[in-house]
């Protein structure tokens, strides 16, 4: 059984201001996307993991390093990196103010199956589900019976969750968005090759304390 622990990164300044930050760019994690990878850090303290492995992106990396410091058993852990967490890239509307109005922005959260990003150059949902459970599924072969912690990014997990889990593509998006630092922990029963969900979106253990 490998247990998978994913964390989405911190609060970010595009966050705030509610801009596309997809693949192609990022922004500093605020005081309290800072604030909320210790406390998830300390959450996650006394779990002694086997791999970890982050999203090449600084704001995911940030939040790993904040989390990981609050670790209670670093000894001989290795910290991997992965293109392939990335979040889905935007194209040209990386940094651009999200419309909620636009068809495109609505099928990407409420209908990923109809989701098509040709006109600003960005990327399918079929190409970051792809890249994203290669690496899961090597990830649990190579540690069967292991504890292993993914800090990536809001759109990636959400759909990597449900992907895993077996969900038709219309509902890979369902559950989201994933709060910030949300931690979601899923299991992979190696002999009936299915993953099963034991934890979602968790950040029950956040103070109250959400100003930037």
């Known amino acids: 059984m490998t247990t998978f622990y994913f964390v989405r990164h911190g ?54 390093n904040y989390l990981l410091k609050e670790n209670n058993f670093l000894d001989g852990l290795t910290v991997q990196y992965h293109d392939s967490l990335r979040e889905i890239k935007f194209g040209k509307r990386e940094g651009a103010e999200i419309d909620h109005t636009d068809k495109q922005t609505d099928y990407l959260r409420n209908r990923p199956d109809l989701y098509d990003p040709t006109d600003f150059g960005g990327e399918t949902i079929d190409s970051l589900v792809a890249r994203s459970i290669e690496t899961i599924e090597n990830l649990s072969e190579a540690y069967p019976d292991g504890k292993v912690l993914i800090v990536a990014h809001g759109v990636l997990l959400i759909t990597l969750i449900n992907a895993l889990v077996g969900k038709e593509k219309s509902k890979w998006r369902e559950g989201g968005p994933l709060a910030n630092t949300s931690i979601s922990i899923l299991e992979k029963d190696q002999n009936k090759k299915v993953y099963t969900i034991k934890s979602f979106n968790d950040i029950s253990y956040q103070s109250q304390n959400e100003e930037a």
């Open 11 to 64: 609060k970010t300044e595009l966050n705030l201001s509610l801009r596309f930050q997809g693949g192609e760019i990022d922004s500093p994690l605020l005081p309290v996307g800072i604030e909320q990878a210790i406390q998830a850090g300390r959450y996650l303290s006394d779990i002694r993991f086997d791999a970890v492995s982050v999203s090449t992106q600084k704001r995911a990396m940030d939040t790993a």
